[in-house]
C-alpha cells in the first residue's frame, strides 16, 4: 500500500494551515482512512511549546519515527538552518515521507510558511512539493483584505515554476474584516484553481464536525 500524498502550503505564515491539516485528519479518520500528519520542516520551535508538527501527529491515526528538522530561530528554514549550524538534507525529509506513506492511507504534509518560502539554499517550499509529487496540492489562505493579491500571485508564480495547485482553501482570519465573506467569488473571477472551500475557526475537532469540511473532504477523493 502506498498512500496518498496531500501536501498543504499556504500564502504566508501564522494563517491557520496547521488548524486545517488537524481537522482534514480527523476528518479522514473519521471516514475510517488511516491517516498520518507531517511538518518535515518547523522553525521557531520553543522549550514547552507544543509544536505543529506534533499537533498534527496528536490528530493523526498512527505515528511514525520522527525525521524531520526542527529549528528554534522564529525565521525561515533556511536562515534559521543556516544560524543554527544545521544542514537541512532534502533527500532524507523526502525519503522519510515515502516511508510513511507506505503504512497509510493518506499522508498529510504541511509545509512550513509560504509556498515560496526558502526552505534551504537555492530550493523553496515550490521545489520541494514537486519533488513530493503529491497527489494533491492544496493553498491555505486567509479570508480576509489582501488575500486576492495574495492568491493571485501564488498561483501565477506557481504555474511559472511548473508546480500545480490542485485547489485553494480560504480559513476565517480571527478578526473578520469587510472582504470575508466574499473573496471567494471575487478569487474565482482571476484565479483558474478552483476555491474548494471557506471554512471557519473553532477547534480542529469543531471543524471536523463542519459541513464546510466535509464539502472539501468530499473534492480531495
Known amino acids: 500500500m502506498t498512500g496518498r500524498l496531500v501536501i498543504l502550503t499556504g500564502t504566508g505564515t501564522g494563517i491557520g494551515k496547521t488548524h486545517l491539516g488537524e481537522a482534514l485528519l480527523l476528518g479522514w479518520r473519521r471516514a475510517g482512512r488511516r491517516a498520518l500528519g507531517l511538518k518535515p520542516i518547523e522553525s521557531g520551535v520553543a522549550p514547552g511549546v507544543t509544536t505543529d508538527a506534533e499537533r498534527l501527529s496528536s490528530a493523526s491515526e498512527f505515528h511514525v519515527k520522527p525525521f524531520g528538522v526542527a529549528l528554534a530561530r522564529p525565521v525561515s528554514p533556511h536562515l534559521a538552518a543556516r544560524l543554527e549550524g544545521v544542514t537541512i538534507d532534502l533527500e532524507t525529509l523526502l525519503a522519510g515521507v515515502a516511508a510513511a506513506r507506505l503504512s497509510a492511507d493518506v499522508v498529510l ?106 464539502v472539501l473532504l468530499s473534492r480531495l477523493k
Open 109 to 214: 504534509v504541511e509545509l512550513p510558511g509560504g509556498l515560496f518560502t526558502p526552505l534551504a539554499p537555492d530550493f523553496l517550499g515550490a521545489d520541494l512539493a514537486t519533488r513530493m509529487g503529491p497527489h494533491i496540492l492544496l493553498l491555505a489562505a486567509p479570508d480576509r483584505l489582501g488575500v486576492l493579491h495574495d492568491v493571485i500571485a501564488a498561483t501565477r508564480a506557481a504555474a511559472s515554476v511548473a508546480a500545480r495547485i490542485d485547489g485553494v482553501v480560504l480559513i476565517a482570519p480571527d478578526v473578520p474584516d469587510a472582504s470575508t465573506g466574499t473573496n471567494a467569488e471575487e478569487l474565482a473571477a482571476y484565479v483558474s484553481v478552483p476555491i474548494l472551500a471557506s471554512v471557519p475557526r473553532g477547534s480542529p475537532a469543531d471543524l471536523a464536525d463542519n459541513p464546510a469540511l466535509a
